[in-house]
């Protein structure tokens, strides 16, 4: 059977993932991936009809990625799609944030990511697709939150890098670039109306559109999606300006 996997599955964008996938792949076994087991059931209760698969796991350790892929390789899954949600980030100065939350998010947002992409597409035949969540902060470095942009532009890069690599075996990879969101990242990078203009003023995109367009957009062979008009005109001026002028408007 067709399988959809989906990290960071608990809450925010990962739930709406579920939902979209159960929409767009109904015949497919989905498993949701996080730490929290208690928070996955919820999920999972969400589109009770749908055959889930509830996979407890830390992904931002040695020993939980082991398992994983221990997994992987006893239950021999016909990936159709593995969506690469699970990350964080920390709103504030590199000289202030702990050191250690800092690496963590590197860890996580790049390490686990790419760990996880080389494991899924053993799994994975002509017409699958990989989605990897990044985020318009990839465009331009921003400061504040210096750590988390020069991940996410990681992620877009080595997304756009993989897709190519995979075009031969017909297996598509998609990086998602949206703006914020309310979800449970926003308590997370300790971000409010408070301590930033930026994201006061910012619109918000809507989660469950950017999830069911972003996989929509993948399983038709897209290279890329990130919604609002605001957002897609960010991407190109990234392109055309130079960073040191843009990075004025980017601080978070």
Not at 103 to 109: G, I, K, Q, W, Y
Request: hydrophobic residues 40%; proline residues 4%.
């Amino acid at each position: 059977m067709d399988t959809v996997i989906i990290t960071g599955a608990s809450s925010g964008l990962g739930r709406e993932y579920f939902k979209a996938a159960v929409k767009l792949l109904p015949e497919c076994e989905f498993w949701l991936v996080a730490r929290r087991k208690e928070k996955l059931e919820e999920t999972a209760r969400i589109c009770e009809n749908a055959r889930t698969r509830v996979v407890e796991c830390d992904l931002d350790s040695e020993s939980g990625l082991e398992a994983f892929s221990s997994l992987l390789a006893a239950e021999k899954p016909d990936i159709k799609a593995f969506i690469n949600n699970a990350g964080f980030g920390k709103l504030g100065n590199v000289a202030d944030l702990d050191a250690f939350v800092q690496r963590d998010m590197v860890s996580l947002n790049c390490g686990t990511l790419t760990y996880l992409c080389a494991e899924a597409v053993k799994y994975m035949q002509k017409g699958s697709c990989i989605v990897n969540v990044s985020s318009i902060a990839s465009f331009v470095p921003n400061p504040r939150m210096a750590v988390y942009s020069s991940t996410k532009a990681y992620v877009t890069a080595f997304s756009k890098a993989l897709r190519e690599e995979l075009k031969p075996a017909g297996i598509n990879v998609l990086a998602v670039c949206p703006g914020p969101m309310h979800t449970e990242f926003m308590a997370v990078a300790h971000i409010t109306d408070e301590n930033s203009k930026t994201f006061r003023t910012l619109p918000y995109c809507n989660a469950e559109e950017v999830a069911y367009k972003s996989l929509a957009r993948a399983l038709k062979g897209k290279a890329f999606y990130t919604n609002k008009a605001l957002y897609k005109f960010y991407r190109v001026l990234a392109k055309l300006a130079p960073h040191n002028i843009m990075m004025k408007f980017a601080k978070c």
